[in-house]
């Protein structure tokens, strides 16, 4: 069974600074899905971005990016420019290309970003 | 198109009590998935559906039932409520491989 390892409870930041989450995973197969959510207050999922095991390119959205080492099995988060509303609780996540789409989430990591 | 509604958005149970929390979607979507959250950590699955009258064991499906009569509507059943019961439940779910998974707004359960 796969699983998701985050091993920062807590993170934080000043505001226009950057920061980094780490996540590791563990599993056998080499085709999946890894994913960065945001969880704000309202516990409402949002999903943040999402790499592909198969593309070597590191995803970029905006002002978060990602370093995927699949060889390591670790997939970080990178926030640049940290601004108030980016404060939440962080969760990593695997999921497989094949079977049933489930997602494996990590723990969480709260980020609290000061002013 | 609402995406995935859950209802209540909050309940508090006493021990014992059995309840069923509501979960629909409008997209058509294969999967779907109950999962619950307790304080401070990630979500752990409980059940899941890849389609209607299919139905499989999640990560922690002990004290919990699930039916998928319809492709829209996954309900999940609590028979008698226990304090470790008490969590956010999250109702998520996906067309296919390679498809964005989509949540609802989750429901606070309180069992005391």
């Known amino acids: 069974a796969q699983t998701v390892t985050q091993s920062q409870p807590e993170m934080s930041v000043q505001e226009a600074e950057t920061v980094t989450l780490s996540c590791t995973y563990d599993?056998?197969?080499?085709?999946?899905?890894l994913f960065w959510y945001k969880q704000p207050p309202s516990r409402q999922m949002i999903l943040v971005i999402r790499q592909e095991a198969y593309k070597q390119q590191n995803a970029t959205e905006n002002r978060f990016s990602v370093n995927f080492q699949k060889a390591a099995k670790s997939f970080s988060l990178k926030i640049s420019d940290s601004q108030l509303g980016d404060a939440a609780m962080y969760f990593c996540?695997?999921?497989?290309?094949?079977?049933?789409?489930?997602?494996?989430f990590g723990q969480g990591t709260r980020l609290t970003i000061n002013p | 198109n609402a995406g995935v509604t859950q209802t209540p958005k909050f309940r508090i149970l006493k021990i014992g009590q059995s309840m069923t929390l509501q979960c629909t979607q409008d997209?058509?979507?294969?999967?779907m998935y109950w999962y619950r959250q307790d304080p401070g950590m990630g979500l752990k699955l409980i059940y899941y559906s890849v389609g209607a009258g299919i139905t499989d064991k999640g990560e922690v499906p002990n004290g919990y039932n699930v039916s998928r009569s319809t492709t829209e509507d996954f309900p999940l059943r609590l028979e008698l409520a226990a304090p470790s019961q008490t969590s956010v439940y999250f109702c998520?779910?996906?067309?296919?491989?390679?498809?964005?998974?989509?949540f609802g707004s989750g429901t606070q359960l309180s069992v005391l």
């Open positions: 996540a695997y999921r497989s290309y094949k079977g049933a789409q489930k997602l494996v």
């Open positions: 599993t056998s197969e080499s085709d999946y899905y």
């Open positions: 998520a779910s996906i067309f296919g491989p390679n498809e964005k998974l989509f």
């Open positions: 997209m058509n979507h294969n999967y």
